[in-house]
């Protein structure tokens, strides 16, 4: 089991508690972004640079997550994708992606998504809290100690 991060957008916060999962767990985790990115030197941890450009992190990640992995992004498309190949999902505020609750999730996105393309303004996205960190971290460890073979 490897953890792959969409890490353009990750959050800072959220990479430190990756970065200590993946001492605690021995367990390889990878950020892929299109900017250099600062790692601490493990041999659990890994940033791959790809070149700028629409969805190429993305598409890195679904080329190279295997299933039983862990994914972490805020990215819903790129979300669906790797969970039709039966890797695991988690957004950064801790959320759960799932068969079962993807769809859902997607038809949500194109919706507001529409509404953004027709000038009418929608909701900013929420500002990131404590509290999102700390559900992060307890779905993390929750899924580290159900998935992780140390």
Same mark, same amino acid.
């Given at each position: 089991?490897? %953890?792959?991060?969409? !890490?353009? !957008?990750?959050?800072?916060? &959220? $990479?430190? &508690? /990756?970065? $200590?999962?993946?001492? =605690?767990?021995?367990? $390889?985790?990878?950020?892929?972004?299109?900017?250099?990115?600062?790692?601490?030197?493990?041999?659990? &941890?890994?940033? =791959?640079?790809? #070149?700028?450009?629409?969805?190429?992190?993305?598409?890195?990640?679904?080329?190279? @997550?295997?299933?039983?992995?862990?994914?972490?992004?805020?990215?819903? #498309?790129?979300?669906? +994708?790797?969970?039709?190949?039966?890797? *695991?999902? /988690?957004?950064? *505020?801790?959320?759960? *992606?799932?068969?079962?609750?993807?769809? +859902?999730?997607?038809?949500?996105?194109?919706?507001?998504?529409? /509404? =953004?393309?027709?000038? %009418?303004?929608?909701?900013?996205?929420?500002?990131?809290?404590? @509290?999102?960190?700390?559900?992060?971290?307890?779905?993390?460890?929750?899924?580290?100690?159900?998935?992780?073979? =140390?």
């Amino acid at each position: 089991m490897q %953890i792959w991060v969409d !890490a353009d !957008a990750c959050p800072v916060v &959220i $990479k430190q &508690i /990756l970065f $200590k999962a993946a001492q =605690r767990w021995q367990v $390889k985790t990878t950020l892929v972004a299109n900017q250099t990115l600062q790692v601490p030197a493990s041999v659990y &941890i890994a940033s =791959r640079q790809v #070149p700028k450009g629409f969805d190429v992190a993305d598409n890195y990640i679904v080329t190279h @997550a295997r299933a039983d992995d862990l994914v972490i992004t805020a990215d819903i #498309p790129l979300a669906a +994708e790797v969970i039709n190949n039966n890797v *695991h999902v /988690l957004s950064p *505020h801790g959320e759960r *992606h799932t068969k079962d609750t993807i769809s +859902e999730r997607l038809t949500m996105r194109d919706m507001m998504q529409e /509404l =953004r393309d027709m000038g %009418i303004e929608t909701s900013k996205q929420k500002e990131f809290s404590m @509290a999102d960190r700390k559900t992060f971290a307890n779905q993390l460890d929750k899924f580290l100690s159900a998935n992780s073979k =140390r």
